[in-house]
C-alpha cells in the first residue's frame, strides 16, 4: 500500500526505536513529520503509513495530524512562507506585509502560488515578538520585516535562489525541513553554523552578565553537538544515572512498611464511626 521509500521506513524504524517498546505511540510527531518530508504534506498514505508502524487506527492518527497546524493535509509549496499577524506584529505592520505578499503572489491563506513554490500563511504569534514584525520561511525567522523586505524574499525564491534568514541556516526546502523536525540532523554544509542568535535574543544574558548571574558551566558559544555526539553524550548521562540509583539502593535499602495496607481506610471508618456517636 505504501508509497514511502525504503530510506523512509529506515528512518521510521529509527524513530520509533528512540521511544520505550510500550511507548512507541509516542514517535507520532516526529513521524508525521518524516511522511511529510516524503510527500510535503501529511497524505491519507501519509496517515495509512503511521497507524501501520505503530499499531494505531487512522482516525487516531488523523485526530493528532488535524491538531497542530504544522501538519498540512493538502499538497504545499516548496517554501512555506507564515506571516505573524498576531497583535504585537499587527501593529507594527505584520497585516500590510501579508497583504502586499498575498497580493504580489495572487495567494491568500494556505493557498499555493501555480509554480508550486510557495504557500501563504497568516501565523498567530511566531514566538519572536521581540523582532516584529515577523515572518518565517520554513519556519526559519525574517525579523523586522517590512513589505518591500518580504517581496526581496519571495521573489528570490521562485527565482531559484536561497536567502539567508535574520538567525539560523541559509534556507532549504520545507521537505528538508521536514527530515530535521523528524529528528535527523541536517547535514548540508553550513546548515547550522552560519547563523548566529540576535541581541535582542541575547538581551537577557547581557543583563545577566551585567548583573553578576551565573549559571555554572555554561558557555553561550558552545558548539551544537552532532547526533552521534548528542546521542552517545545521552547515553553516558542514562548509565550515570542507573550506575547512581543501583549504588543509591545498595547503600539505602527500602525500609519495611511498618504501616499495613488498609489502615488508612480504617482509620477513616473510625473517624466515621466517632462523628456519628457524637451526633
Ligand atoms: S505577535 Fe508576532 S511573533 Fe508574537
Redesign the pocket.
Known amino acids: 500500500m505504501t508509497v514511502f521509500t525504503e530510506e523512509t521506513r529506515a528512518r521510521a524504524r529509527e524513530i520509533i526505536a528512540r521511544y520505550p517498546a510500550d511507548r512507541s505511540r509516542s514517535a507520532l510527531l516526529p513521524l508525521l513529520h518524516l511522511v511529510q518530508s516524503e510527500e510535503g504534506y501529511v497524505s491519507p498514505a501519509g496517515v495509512e503509513f503511521c497507524a501501520e508502524v505503530l499499531g494505531l487506527n487512522k482516525a487516531q492518527v488523523g485526530a493528532v495530524a488535524t491538531f497542530y497546524t504544522m501538519y498540512k493535509r493538502k499538497p504545499t509549496g516548496d517554501y512555506l512562507v507564515s506571516v505573524?499577524t498576531?497583535?504585537?506584529?499587527?501593529v507594527l505592520g505584520?497585516q500590510q506585509v501579508y497583504d502586499t505578499l498575498a497580493e504580489h503572489l495572487g495567494v491568500g491563506h494556505d493557498e499555493t502560488t501555480e509554480d508550486g513554490k510557495i504557500t501563504l500563511e497568516h501565523?498567530e504569534?511566531?514566538?519572536?515578538?521581540d523582532?516584529?514584525?515577523?515572518m518565517t520561511v520554513n519556519y526559519d525567522f525574517f525579523d523586522n520585516v517590512d513589505a518591500q523586505t518580504a517581496l526581496d524574499v519571495v521573489d528570490e525564491l521562485r527565482a531559484g535562489g536561497r536567502p539567508m534568514p535574520t538567525r539560523g541556516a541559509r534556507l532549504c526546502t520545507l521537505k528538508e525541513m521536514a527530515v530535521q523536525l523528524a529528528g535527523f540532523a541536517d547535514e548540508r554544509p553550513g546548515a547550522v553554523a552560519d547563523g548566529g542568535p540576535g541581541e535582542p535574543s541575547l538581551r537577557g544574558l547581557r543583563l545577566a552578565e551585567q548583573n553578576g548571574i551565573s549559571v555554572p558551566g555554561f558557555d553561550p558559544n558552545t558548539p551544537i553537538r552532532s547526533k552521534a555526539e548528542a546521542d552517545q553524550a545521552a547515553a553516558a548521562a542514562k548509565a550515570k544515572a542507573e550506575a547512581a540509583q543501583a549504588a543509591g539502593a545498595a547503600a539505602n535499602p527500602p525500609a519495611a512498611d511498618r504501616k499495613p495496607a488498609g489502615d488508612a481506610a480504617r482509620a477513616q471508618q473510625r473517624n466515621l464511626k466517632e462523628a456519628e456517636a457524637q451526633k
Open positions: 505573524c498576531n497583535t504585537m506584529c499587527n505584520g501565523a504569534c511566531l514566538a519572536a515578538c523582532y516584529g514584525p515577523v
